[in-house]
T-cell receptor, first 109, second 116 residues
Framework: DAKTTQPPSMDCAEGRAANLPCNHS???????VYWYRQIHSQGPQYIIH???NNETNEMASLIITEDRKSSTLILPHATLRDTAVYYC??????????FGPGTRLSVLP | DAGVIQSPRHEVTEMGQEVTLRCKPI?????LFWYRQTMMRGLELLIY????????DSGMPEDRFSAKMPNASFSTLKIQPSEPRDSAVYFC??????????????FGPGTRLTVL
């Protein structure tokens, strides 16, 4: 299983882009990168996932480096409601999700 | 769409008592997961079912924990007897498919269990 490294905490000004990095240097070729977030007192929420190509949906963009050793989740215009813990999770068929400590993002007014 | 439903939302019990947590997955989803979250250990997978059959229970901490899924719309997680170290938030999640991407899991609101 690939190990991940995320900064324990980050701040972002409201309205600015939030860029959350994740290092997964031991990721295997068939492992996807999933991002979830957990707002205080709620269950985790799926955000986005990718394999090799960059991905974008209504919530966020996912940028994966060419060597796939790291990725960045981008919230283009962070709001106060985006304050949460963000988890980067490598996943491949046959594995279970393993949630690490994640990054605690604080969006500041 | 009601999402994943868990009950009760809060449970306070005394050590030694039996505790039953309940989960109703999203209709049509064929995979169900039970997680436990504590400050010390974070979010841990306890067990998951595929088409009502337990697939991986390696995360179940000990024999005091048991989980069942009698049908596609209901699952229980039972702790008997409960101990103070079982205090945690227990999440249930369901997924429309398992084993293939996208492996999106939809989480319920959780049950906060306190064992005195």
């Amino acid at each position: 299983d690939a190990k991940t490294t995320q900064p324990p905490s980050m701040d972002c000004a409201e309205g600015r882009a939030a860029n959350l990095p994740c290092n997964h240097s031991t990721i295997s070729g068939n492992e996807y990168v999933y991002w979830y977030r957990q707002i205080h007192s709620q269950g985790p929420q799926y955000i986005i996932h990718g394999l090799k190509n960059n991905e974008t949906n209504e919530m966020a963009s996912l940028i994966i480096t060419e060597d796939r050793k790291s990725s960045t989740l981008i919230l283009p215009h962070a709001t106060l409601r985006d304050t949460a813990v963000y988890y980067c999770i490598p996943w491949v068929y046959g594995q279970n999700f393993v949630f690490g400590p994640g990054t605690r993002l604080s969006v500041l007014p | 769409d009601a999402g994943v439903i868990q009950s009760p939302r809060h449970e306070v019990t005394e050590m030694g008592q039996e505790v039953t947590l309940r989960c109703k997955p999203i209709s049509g989803h064929n995979s169900l997961f039970w997680y436990r979250q504590t400050m010390m250990r974070g979010l841990e997978l306890l067990i998951y079912f595929n088409n009502n059959v337990p697939i991986d229970d390696s995360g179940m901490p000990e024999d005091r924990f048991s989980a069942k899924m009698p049908n596609a719309s209901f699952s229980t997680l039972k702790i008997q007897p409960s101990e103070p170290r079982d205090s945690a938030v227990y999440f249930c999640a369901s997924s429309p498919r398992t084993g293939v991407a996208p492996n999106e899991q939809f989480f319920g609101p959780g049950t906060r269990l306190t064992v005195l």
